[in-house]
């Protein structure tokens, strides 16, 4: 896997996001093993720490989880991962309009931006 990181926003909640996508998308499936802690911090160019957390936080909202002395794998409700992503995407569209319309600008305009620039 590569992982695309924006070193401008924190990075635990972007592998959290990413891992969100491949069990959605089902590129990861129910019962698969993850990477090691460490394979991931080496791949994405991390601290272990920041991928510990982000596996933990996964654990806690049920997308993944451990088994002691084996690894994480990912639960067998990839539904979860579904819902979770679906609030990322709500949250990130909600920052979105919220800046455009900081700027002045109305629903027909943004929409027209984005009708524009997702053709590029």
């Known amino acids: 896997m590569?992982?695309?990181l924006d070193k401008k926003r924190p990075l635990c909640p972007?592998?959290?996001e990413?891992?969100?996508?491949?069990?959605?998308?089902?590129q990861l499936k129910a019962g698969d093993r993850l990477?090691?802690?460490?394979?991931v911090a080496v791949a994405a160019s991390v601290t272990p720490n920041t991928v510990q957390k982000s596996f933990e936080q996964l654990e806690q909202t049920g997308v993944i989880y451990s088994k002691r002395g084996s690894g994480w794998y990912v639960s067998e409700n990839s539904?979860?991962?579904k819902t979770?992503?679906?609030g990322?995407?709500?949250e990130k569209t909600k920052a979105y309009l919220d800046d455009m319309r900081s700027l002045g600008l109305s629903i027909e305009q943004i929409l027209t931006n984005i009708?524009?620039?997702s053709y590029e």
């Open 2 to 4: 590569t992982w695309i």
């Open 14 to 16: 972007q592998i959290s």
């Open 18 to 26: 990413q891992l969100c996508i491949l069990i959605a998308s089902g």
């Open 35 to 39: 990477m090691s802690v460490r394979d």
């Open 79 to 81: 539904e979860i991962a």
């Open 84 to 86: 979770v992503l679906s």
């Open 88 to 90: 990322l995407i709500r």
């Open 115 to 117: 009708k524009e620039y």
